[in-house]
T-cell receptor, first 110, second 114 residues
Framework: DAKTTQPNSMESNEEEPVHLPCNHSTISGTDYIHWYRQLPSQGPEYVIH???SNVNNRMASLAIAEDRKSSTLILHRATLRDAAVYYC???????????FGPGTRLSVLP | GAGVSQSPRYKVAKRGQDVALRCDPI?????LFWYQQALGQGPEFLTY????????KSGLPSDRFFAERPEGSVSTLKIQRTQQEDSAVYLCASSLDPGTDTQYFGPGTRLTVL
């Protein structure tokens, strides 16, 4: 699986939007971009995923660059509950397990 | 509905003891994964089952680690002769479809080897 690069940590103020970047310059055409997050003392949970087009769901939006070498997870209004480690992962259609990196630790300030 | 459950949530073992960690996946989920997460790091893949078949065990760190899923539902990860470096959180995940489907993770078992 191709590698992703994320900042180690980010801070946000409560109720403001958060943009979490991910670089994946070696992405292949069949790689899906997945985002999971891990709240303290819990297992990772699914946030969103996409292939080429931008995606929206109730939790977040995923903006994918036109060349697919980078993507951004957007939390529209951060809450204290969004404080977590966010993982950006590439996996192709035939992949099974996820290969996690260290992720981005998001802190949300009240 | 019920998510993935794991037991025990915490386990303390003396070095050299054997431990067994249990995972109850979401009912009907074909695929089951085990991951190991050291403190401050992302989860690392250990092994993968499709129904009762163990299709990939490339991530198991040594032959002291053994996993099974005999009836294609509940899975057990066994670690023999535990060592201090085995201390970690062990996460189980299941998914309906092995390919593109979302993985649902349990809360993990925190293993501490003294």
């Amino acid at each position: 699986d191709a590698k992703t690069t994320q900042p180690n940590s980010m801070e946000s103020n409560e109720e403001e939007p958060v943009h979490l970047p991910c670089n994946h310059s070696t992405i292949s055409g069949t790689d899906y971009i997945h985002w999971y997050r891990q709240l303290p003392s819990q297992g990772p949970e699914y946030v969103i995923h996409g292939l080429t087009s931008n995606v929206n769901n109730r939790m977040a939006s995923l903006a994918i660059a036109e060349d697919r070498k980078s993507s951004t997870l957007i939390l529209h209004r951060a809450t204290l509950r969004d404080a977590a480690v966010y993982y950006c992962i590439l996996r192709d259609d035939y992949g099974q397990n996820f290969v996690f990196g260290p992720g981005t630790r998001l802190s949300v300030l009240p | 509905g019920a998510g993935v459950s794991q037991s025990p949530r915490y386990k303390v073992a003396k070095r050299g003891q054997d431990v067994a960690l249990r995972c109850d996946p979401i009912s009907g989920h074909v695929s089951l994964f085990w991951y190991q997460q050291a403190l401050g790091q992302g989860p690392e893949f250990l092994t993968y089952f499709q129904n009762e078949a163990q299709l990939d065990k490339s991530g198991l760190p040594s032959d002291r680690f053994f996993a099974e899923r005999p009836e294609g539902s509940v899975s057990t990860l066994k670690i023999q002769r535990t060592q201090q470096e085995d201390s970690a959180v062990y996460l189980c995940a299941s998914s309906l479809d092995p390919g593109t489907d979302t993985q649902y993770f349990g809360p993990g078992t925190r293993l501490t080897v003294l």
